[in-house]
């Protein structure tokens, strides 16, 4: 094996790992269409199909924003809300982000690939979030005021209207 072969076999794998834990840097935004065709593809859920719109709704109004130790949730509105996870681990390419409330409440986040370009988040307190997909963002910082705000949750509201089983009283 000549010496250029030899350099390449060890550094190559460990530029490869370094690439998989920045996959997920970057800003990211519910992706509408994607997640209405999510829903209708996965079903009701057994429990609770009814809050599914409102906890998409919620999510169409936040950003996440990951770097190689944090994810930072952020609101849309006028008063825009944060909140912090903590890296905990990957399981393989899926990271796992940890938050700790003050009163010692936690909430563990699973990050999954949805193909190449969408991700779902699993929450361990927050049932039916795993319903949302979401879309890296052109953008390098969170959109923020009552526009931004207005018009993330129109489009989610109607492509929520693609959904059959969720109810037009729940949008």
């Known amino acids: ?5 030899l350099v ?25 269409d994607q997640t209405a ?15 599914i719109a409102a906890i998409v709704l919620r999510m169409c109004i936040s950003t996440l924003i990951f770097d190689d130790e944090n994810l930072t949730v952020t609101d849309m509105g006028n008063i825009p809300a944060e909140q912090k996870l903590r890296l905990k681990s ?25 193909g190449e370009k969408n991700i ?4 361990s307190n927050m049932g039916l979030m795993e319903y949302g997909v979401w879309k ?7 959109q923020r005021g009552e526009s931004a705000f207005t018009q993330a949750f129109s489009r989610c509201r ?14």
Do not use: C
């Open 136 to 142: 890296r963002s052109d953008l390098s910082s969170p």
């Open 1 to 5: 094996m000549s010496l250029l072969g």
């Open 37 to 51: 065709a999510h829903i209708i593809k996965k079903g009701p859920p057994e429990r609770n199909p009814e809050w």
């Open 158 to 171: 109607l492509a929520l209207e693609k959904v059959p089983f969720i109810k037009s009283n729940t949008r």
């Open 120 to 123: 779902v988040v699993q929450s």
């Open 90 to 114: 990957k399981q393989g390419s899926e990271p796992i982000y940890v938050s700790q409330s003050p009163d010692g409440a936690k909430d563990t986040w699973t990050i999954s690939f949805l």
């Open 8 to 32: 390449l076999a060890l550094v190559l794998p460990f530029s490869a790992v370094g690439q998989e834990s920045n996959r997920v840097n970057g800003l990211w935004v519910i992706d509408p």
